[in-house]
C-alpha cells in the first residue's frame, strides 16, 4: 500500500475520533438525526442496509474467548454470544448491516448489484459505532457482523471499514464480538491492519470455481479472493508466534476466517463443492465454509430460474451435514461422494449413506471399537462418542446406557452390537435397512413425496403396484413409500 493510502486512512482515522467526541457523550445524537432534503437519516440507512445484508449467511460467531479488561464495554466470552437463529435459519445475534450498498460491481445473483434499481445508501464510521454501541447496550445484540459492498473501490471500502473499526475499538471502547469482510482486491495492509481490530474476518469464495466467477461475477477473480485468505492464514501463523513470545501482543483474527458459497446458481455438482470445502479447511486454514442456497433475486439469462422450485434448501442442509463431518467425524470429501454420485441423497444423510455403503464395516462392537470407528456410526454424534469411551472404562455398556449417553437409537441399532449382540434381530441388508431408516420420517422437501431413495427396478414396481391395491405386503424388496 502507498504511503500516501496509509496517510489518508491514518487522517481519516483521526478526523472520525475528533467528530465522536461529542457524539459519544450523548449516544442517540446519531440515531436520531434526520438529514436534510435528498440525505437518508440514519434509521432510513439501518433499513435499507440490514435488509441489504440478509443473504449474507457467514456470520455466526463461534469460536474466540475474549473477556473484557473492565475498562470498555462488552467482552467476547464464547458463553457470552448467544446463536440465535431467524425462521430461515440465519443467525441473527449480530447487528448484521452492510457499510454500504452503493456497490460498482454487477454480481449477477446480488440484489445490490449496479445495474439493480435499489435504494442505495452508506452508512459512516460514525453511524455504525453509534448503532453498534447503543444496541449493545439496549441487549439487542451481542456483537457486529459488518460487510459491504463495493463503494467507489475495494481500498476505499477497506479504508472506510478500517476507520469504522478502528473508532469501535479504540474510541467508543467496544471489546464485543466483531466479525468482518475483507474487500477482495483491497490492498493488502489495509485488510492486515483491519485484521487486528476484529475477531473474525471472512473473504467471501461466491461461487465453488474459477469458471463460474467470469460468469456471474465478472469484476471478482478467484486470485483476488484467495490472496486475502492466504494473507489472513499466514498473519493468522505469525501471530500465534507473537502471542508465545509477547503474552500481550495484539491479537489477529482470534476467531480464525470463513467464506461462503452460493449453492445452485451454477451447474457444479455436490462433489465439487465439498472438495473445494475440503481444499480450503485444509490449505487455508479455514474455520467454518459457508453453504447460501441461490435465492433468486435478479432476472437474469445467466441464472437458473428456481422461482417454483425455490431455494435449493434441502441441499444446502446436506452439504451442511457433510461439511460437520469433514470438520469433526474424520471424514474426506472422496469417501462420500464421486464421480458417479455426485449429489447427496436427498432422503438420507450422508453419514447414513455411507454406512450403508459400507455395511461390511458394520455392525460395531460398542465396547471395543475405536473412536474415530464411533464416529461413523449413524446415530452417534461427536459428544455420545466421547461418552461412549469414557464410560466404558468403567464397564460394559447396555443399549439402556447408549440411550441415556444422547445415542440416537432408532439408527444407531442396525450398526451396533452391545456384548456381541444386536438390540433387534435386524438384517445386515441395505434396502431392509434404509426402508427402516426412511420411516424416521426425516422432513423432505415438496415435491419429493412418493419418490424412492433408488432407482426403482421392474419389480420395485410390481411391489408399489401390489400396496397401492391396499396389499398390506411389507418385503424387503419394496422401495416405495409415502414420505410424511
Ligand atoms: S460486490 Fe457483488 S456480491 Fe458484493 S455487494 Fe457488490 S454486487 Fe453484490
Redesign the pocket.
Known sequence: MSDEIMQRVQSRAMDTMKNIKDSIQCGTKHIVQTGSAGRKNVYEKLRILSDAAKYDVACTSSGVDRKGDGTGMGNCSSAGICHSFSADGRCISLLKILYT?E?I???KY?V???SNDVERTSFTPEEVCSLTMEFYRRNYIEGLFLSS??LKSPDYTMEQIYATLYRLRHVCNFQGYIHVKAIPGADPRLIQMTGYLADRMSVNM?LPTAESLRLL?P??SRKNILAPMRMVQEKTKENRQEITVYRNAPRFVPAGQSTQMIIGATPETDYQILNVAEALYKKFELKRVFYSAFVPVNEDKALPALKESGPPLLREHRLYQADWLLRFYHFEAEELLDEENPNFNIFLDPKCCWALKHLDQFPVEVNRADHRMLLRVPGIGYKSASRIVKARRMGNLRFEDLKKMGVVLKRALYFLTCQGKMMYPTRMDEDYITRNLLNTKERLPEGADGMTYRQMSLFDDMNFTMQAGNSPAKGPGLHVERMG
Do not use: P, Q, T, W
Request: hydrophobic share 20%; glycine share 6%.
Open positions: 450498498n456497490c460491481f454487477d454480481c446480488c445490490n448489484r449496479s459492498g463495493i461466491e461475477a469484476h471478482k
